[in-house]
């Protein structure tokens, strides 16, 4: 059974830097999609970023200069590195599978406040 598994979450003071994980376990696929996304109450989910298995990375234009999406094609695995993390970044981060399958991880809790 495939299964996406977000970890790194936290509680980081403005200005601050945090790493996600996000592992694809259960199965091994020659070419795969993977993506971020958050969500708060107040608002439906929204994307962040993405990445393929060959490097084709896509970000929103809300996070392109602050946030860094690499993967380690070998262990199926995507990063979301976030830098100069504000309030507004408060949210929960999902990591999604995309291709070939879609599958959601549970989400890892982000909070930005001193």
């Known amino acids: 059974q495939v299964q996406v598994v977000e970890s790194g979450g936290g509680l980081v003071q403005p200005g601050g830097s945090l790493r996600l994980t996000c592992e694809i376990s259960g199965k091994v696929f020659d070419v795969w999609r993977m993506a971020w996304y958050r969500q708060t109450p107040a608002k439906q989910r929204e994307f962040v970023g993405s990445i393929t298995n060959s490097g084709g990375i896509i970000y929103d234009d809300s996070v392109r200069d602050r946030f860094t999406i690499f993967g380690d094609n070998g262990k199926q695995t995507a990063y979301l590195e976030m830098t100069s993390l504000r309030p507004v970044d408060t949210a929960v981060y999902y990591c999604?599978?995309?291709?070939?399958?879609?599958?959601w991880g549970q989400g890892t809790q982000v909070t930005v406040s001193s």
């Open positions: 999604k599978l995309e291709y070939p399958y879609e599958r």
